[in-house]
Structure formats: structure tokens, C-alpha cells
């Protein structure tokens, strides 16, 4: 079974930066793709980035040059890097990954706003 925990969000300047945490639990977290999803108020969840097992990555065009995900497996964790933040990233971020299903984190809030 795996279970994720997200950290790190916070109350920030139009500017800023925070870096986020996903950690995982279990014995399998090298081989499983996770993601990082955002959902603001009346919005849509909306998949923000994602990094491979083998470290590929990809990101939504909305954080491209601004956002970096990385991982590290000796930790168990996933960082999301957010740089140059604006009041439209403003939402709950949530860890993804598919495991025998979908497994979400219970998110953490991120606000961007002077």
C-alpha cells in the first residue's frame, strides 16, 4: 500500500517561492510515477508536473520555467520547486500516483497574495 503526505505550502508574496513536499510511504516509491495536481476554488483539478521512475519529467505549459520537480527515492519524497509564484497558482496542491488505483495526499494549501 502506498500513502502520500504533502508539505510545505504557505502564504507567500506575488514573486515568491515555496517548495513542496510529497512523502510516501511504502517499499515500491523508486518505481511509481508521481504527480502533482492543483485544484483552486470552482476550478478543475489540473496536473501540474510529473516525474518519471527514471526522472523524465513533464509540466503543464501554465509552470514551464518557473516550477521543478524532482525526487529523491533515498527519501521517499517528491519536491515541487515553485519559483516567480502569481496569485493564479493560488490552490490545494495534491501528490498523485496509481498504484493498483489512484492514491492522492491530503494536500496542502499554497497562497500566493500580498
Known amino acids: 500500500q502506498v500513502q502520500l503526505v504533502e508539505s510545505g505550502g504557505g502564504l507567500v508574496q506575488p514573486g515568491g517561492s515555496l517548495r513542496l513536499s510529497c512523502a510516501a510511504s511504502g517499499n515500491i516509491f523508486s518505481l511509481l510515477t508521481i504527480n502533482w495536481y492543483r485544484q483552486a476554488p470552482g476550478n478543475q483539478r489540473e496536473l501540474v508536473a510529473g516525474i518519471t521512475s527514471g526522472g523524465s519529467t513533464n509540466y503543464a505549459d501554465f509552470v514551464k520555467g518557473r516550477f521543478t520537480i524532482s525526487r529523491d527515492n533515498a527519501k521517499n519524497t517528491v519536491y515541487l520547486q515553485m519559483n516567480s509564484l502569481k496569485p493564479e497558482d493560488t490552490a490545494v496542491y495534491l501528490c498523485?500516483?496509481?498504484?493498483?488505483?489512484?492514491?492522492w495526499g491530503q494536500g496542502t494549501q499554497v497562497t500566493v497574495s500580498s
Open positions: 498523485n500516483a496509481f498504484f493498483f488505483g489512484q492514491v
